[in-house]
Each structure stands twice: as C-alpha cells, then as structure tokens.
C-alpha cells in the first residue's frame, strides 16, 4: 500500500515578536525578542508529517526571492518532496508576522504572496501523486478555488482527505462531504456549523451537526482542554497534555501533520489522535512554528512517560 502523505497548502516566511505581553492598539512594547523562521500552516504540517516519520510531498507555490530558494532548501533538509513546489516568478514568497506574548498567546498578520498563485492548473499537474496518496492534507491559506478544485479532484479518485479549516473562512458546506477527516478549532467549528461552540457540550452539539454536513470524521480541537473526536462508530474526548505553553503557533498544524502519520501507519483514530496531541503539547513548549515540530523519538518518549 502507498503510504505517500501529500501535503497542498501555504508556505512562509514568518518574522517574530516574543515579547512580555500583547500590545494593546497603538501601544508600543519593547524589550522583545526577535527571531526569523519558516512557517506557513501547509509546509509546518508537512515537516511535522515529517519530523514524525511520515513520506511526505508537497504541494506549493514560493516566489523568485531569496526567501523562496530558502524555503526550497529546508524542504530539503527536512526531507521533504519538493518537486511539485512551483517557484513563480515576479512575486515574493508568502509571509507572516507574529507577535507572542503571555502564556504563548498570539497575534498574526499573514501576506500570502507566491501561496496565492497555486492554481488549479498547478493541481492537474500533481493529479496523479494526489491519486496514489494515502491521505491528503489540507489547510485553509490557499484560494478558496484552488481549494474546492482539490477536492474535487480527491473525491474524483476517491482520496482520504484531511482538511483543517483554517484560518477560517467561508466554504459551500457541500464541500464537507469530500472531507474524511476534518480538523477545527472552536471558533471554525462554530463558523461551520452554524452553533457558537463555547464548551464541551457546545463542540459536542457542533460536532454532530457537521457530521451530518457529511464529513466521515470530526475533531474539535480546544487547546488546553483536548479535542473532541466524532465518527460514526466513536464519540470521545482525548484530553491533552499539561505542559507550560511558551507558543501556541502552529500547535495545530503540527497537531494535523501528526495525525497523517497515525493514521497511515494503521493505528486507530483514538490513538491517532493522541499521538497527535502529544506533538502538540511538545510544540506549545517552544518558539517559532516549524521549529517547534517535535521528531518521532521525542513524541514516543514523551508518550511513554505519561
């Protein structure tokens, strides 16, 4: 069985603020500290589908800069397939700035730049690695054309796709019904489904009606305090790990990465989705996004001594 773990999404440069505390509007705060990484929520949950052992490709646009040949080589050294990464000319690689302040809490501003030129015609051109996938993964920072395309192209041959919906933004719900397993945090639980998910009970309500949307499987991730997991044959809460968060960015994707490779390799979705929170809980402990995706004997070790 192909075990290929195809990830089409969004890639960065992100420039970070870790500071005290957030600035309120028009406040200055000094004293931060500065650091440059890759990003990206598509090519942070290709290197944690990597990093945790998974045989990824991915499917990308970056511009004709510096930082664009530089994205380029850390697929490398990550292991990472490129060759569907297409540099576009005459325009920069995506980026984002971030601001980190108490308890790991965030704020970003993302300029998509090259991520914008991924194009259904980019997609034809990697239909047939998208036809032999194990499962295909998703995130929400590429055209909401380009998107749907994906899907209909998975749903055509019959693709296991793993969506994220985020950031959140506004899809056709039939679209839900293409998604075997789709992945959200509150706030994209309640624009999807309709119902304000503001507690347990809420995301479980939120849950069901999504799973009635069609998608085959539904996670409701609320940091802290776990994630809901909804199929037809399970209903349950995997509660996550205690640990002292220095930066939630990119928990999730890393969360989404994790999950492919549970899920490739056989394990069942409970198990997937512990192993999932457990390269999560590792990433909050640390700064900067794909730098904070844990490798695979540091997510067994950590599981091991809990």
């Known amino acids: 069985m192909n075990k290929n773990i195809v990830v089409i999404g969004s890639s960065n440069i992100d420039f970070i603020m870790k500071m005290p505390r957030l600035p309120g509007v028009g406040e200055t705060i000094t004293d931060a500290v500065f650091m440059q990484t890759f990003g990206g929520k598509g090519a942070n949950q ?32 990550e292991g990472i397939h490129a060759d569907f990464v297409f540099q576009e000319m005459g325009i920069p690689s995506g980026a984002a700035l971030v601001m980190i302040g108490e308890q790991g809490a965030n704020y970003l501003s993302v300029a998509p730049g090259a991520n914008y030129r991924l194009t259904p015609a980019h997609i034809d051109r990697a239909e047939t690695l998208i036809k032999e996938a194990a499962i295909v993964v998703l995130q929400y920072e590429i055209l909401p054309e380009t998107l749907k395309y994906v899907l209909d192209v998975c749903e055509r041959h019959k693709a296991r796709v793993l969506w994220n919906c985020a950031p959140a933004r506004d899809i056709d719900r039939s679209y839900l019904r293409k998604v075997a397993i789709l992945v959200v945090n509150e706030s994209e639980a309640g624009m999807l489904s309709g119902i304000r998910v503001a507690s347990e009970e809420s995301a479980e309500i939120a849950a069901q009606e999504l799973l009635k949307a069609g998608c085959e499987t539904v996670i409701i991730t609320l940091g802290a305090k776990g994630a809901y997991v909804a199929s037809p044959g399970m209903c349950e809460w995997i509660r996550a790990f205690k ?38 809980a590792i990433s909050v402990t640390r700064l900067g996004a794909q730098p904070s995706a844990p490798f695979r004997p540091e997510i067994d070790a950590f599981q091991n001594r809990r």
């Open 46 to 77: 290709a290197v944690g589908a990597a990093r945790a052992g998974g045989n990824v490709y991915f499917v990308n646009c970056v511009g004709d800069d510096d930082a664009g040949a530089r994205i380029l080589e850390q697929f490398n050294r």
């Open 243 to 280: 640990v002292d968060a220095v930066d939630t960015t990119a928990a999730g994707d890393v969360y989404c990465g994790c999950l492919a490779v549970a899920l490739v390799e056989g394990r069942t979705l409970a198990e997937s989705a512990r192993f999932a929170a457990a390269a999560a």
